[in-house]
């Protein structure tokens, strides 16, 4: 088996690889960009607003790119490393996603006592707007750190080894944060748990 070359834009080569060619040739970082782009906005998305995560996707790009003589394969993947600059960003932005968060639980509240109806449909979106209504409560309460291991897990579904990995924690600490915050989250929420998303290993 030949080694792939690293030359040529058309073979397929790891984000690893591609990230030590961009220190030579720093056009290839345009690989990187484009192969995590619209993952990493989505997740900014998701946390911030549409508005934020547009600004703030072009900034996780463009440290990362600053910073790729940095990167070291031997402490983990491109992917994980991005979300470590996103999850960074999002500290700079806590009020907007608090007041996300915030708007959340309001718009759940003012749906919650519409008037019920014996139709399960209804039932179901009340329940739903509740429960929401209920998860972005306890999501703006947990601690900062909570929340990043928690979103980064549900929203961004990075196993516990890259959670640890973006946010340079123990692999430990990352299971032992998820658990007691899932934990929380569903007594919180009378046993549902709507953050099923993400790995668990």
Known sequence: MTAPDLTDPTEAISDAA????????PERFGEIYDRYVSEIHA????????????????EVFLAA??????FDPERG?????????ATNLISSHR??????LAALQRSAT??????????????????AASAQGRLAAELRALPDGDRDV??????????????????DIPYGTV????????????????GINPLLGGSDG
Do not use: M, N
Not at 43 to 58: E, F, K, S, V, W
Not at 175 to 190: D, H, I, T, Y
């Open 110 to 127: 003012a749906h919650g006592g519409a008037e019920h109806s014996h139709e399960e449909r209804v039932v179901t979106r009340i329940d």
């Open 175 to 190: 299971g032992s944060r998820l658990s007691r915050v899932r934990r929380k989250l569903r007594a919180a929420l009378g």
């Open 77 to 85: 993947e491109v992917r994980p490393w991005l979300y470590g600059f």
């Open 43 to 58: 997740y900014l998305g998701r946390r911030l607003d549409r508005q934020a995560a547009d600004d703030l996707t072009a």
């Open 18 to 25: 591609l990230l030590a060619l961009s220190r030579r040739r």
């Open 95 to 100: 009020r907007t996603e608090t007041r996300r």
């Open 65 to 70: 790119f600053r910073k790729r003589e940095t």
């Open 150 to 167: 928690l979103l980064l897990s549900a929203l961004g579904e990075l196993s516990h080894e890259e959670v640890a990995k973006a946010l």
